[in-house]
Each structure stands twice: as C-alpha cells, then as structure tokens.
C-alpha cells in the first residue's frame, strides 16, 4: 500500500484476520466524544478506551491510548515521557500519519504509520491489566474488541513498541 493510501476498515479486520488475532466488531451510530459513547460501552464488555494523538513543539507525535475514566494531565505527561510538553495535534497532521479522522482515533490507526514509525505509542497501565480492549476499527461507526494479547501481536506486526506507563493523573 502507499503511502498516500489509507487502510480501510475491512482492510484493517482482515489483516488482524491474517495475524490470526481474533476480533468481534459491533455496529452502532457514529460517536465522536467518550460521553456520546458510555451507552453504547455500557452493553460491551472488555475495558473502554479514549485515545490522545499529540505532539510536542519539536513535532514528536504520540498517540495516548487510556481507559475512558483516565485522567491524564497532558501539563505533567512530558514528565513521565521523554518528550517535550504537549499538545492535541490537528486534524491534518492526524489523517496525514494515522489516516482517521478526529473521533475516530484509535490504535488500530498505527496500521497507517507502520511504514515510517513516526507516530510513538503510549498505553495505560491500567488499560494493559484488562484482558479484553475495545476501539474503533477506523471509523467511529462500530467497535472492535481484541484481547490485550490480540492488541500487542497487532502492534508488534505494525513495529510499534508501545511505552506502558500509570497515566492517571496525579493529586499531589
């Protein structure tokens, strides 16, 4: 696939199909924020997710992916990452690197940064203690659960070593 190219969302379920990574995907009504999705959460089993994508000023991208109820005080981050302090990144730099529009992102987007690794991946602590995931498979129109195991043979497949850190924000 080239680079100008984007995986779609069927292309994305085969290639987790082709990695023999096990999935179930459930259809809903677009959601774009984790209030709009706690109803349609609240039937799935598995830990639920919101996902960051952010760089700093230096152009270092990282894609943050928590549990929903995950504090993250992005004003701290850079102390727990090596990185500088951080931003939301726009919607272009967001579809140029990971192919999915805001309300979509997700892990499973790093299928479109697997040829230049320039998107880093952080992953809760607390998210990697659930046996069972669920993301957008691209598009913010269903949900795809994968067991955390299924989650970290996918990543490894695209080259992305994720960085595991306790995310929830600090009170002192």
């Not at 991946?121 to 498979?137: G, I, S, T, Y």
């Amino acid at each position: 696939m080239s680079k100008s190219e984007k995986y779609s969302r069927q292309e994305l379920l085969d290639f987790l199909e082709s990695l023999e990574i096990e999935t179930v995907t459930h259809e809903h009504a677009a959601v774009f924020t984790v209030s709009e999705s706690h109803k349609i959460k609240q039937d799935l089993p598995g830990g639920h997710t919101k996902n960051l994508f952010l760089k700093d000023k230096k152009g270092k991208m990282v894609l943050v992916v928590c549990l929903n109820d995950t504090e993250v005080d992005l004003k701290s981050f850079h102390k727990k990452y090596d990185c500088g302090r951080m931003s939301f990144g726009n919607a272009e730099l967001l579809w140029n690197h990971l192919g999915v529009r805001p309300g979509s992102v997700t892990p499973f987007a790093l299928i479109n940064d697997k040829d230049t690794h320039a998107v880093n991946l952080v992953l809760d602590a607390n998210l990697m203690r659930k046996e069972l995931v669920n993301f957008h498979p691209l598009e913010n129109t269903a949900t795809t659960a994968i067991s955390r195991d299924g989650l970290l043979r996918f990543l490894a497949a695209t080259g992305h070593e994720p960085t595991i850190l306790a995310l929830e924000k600090d009170d002192s």
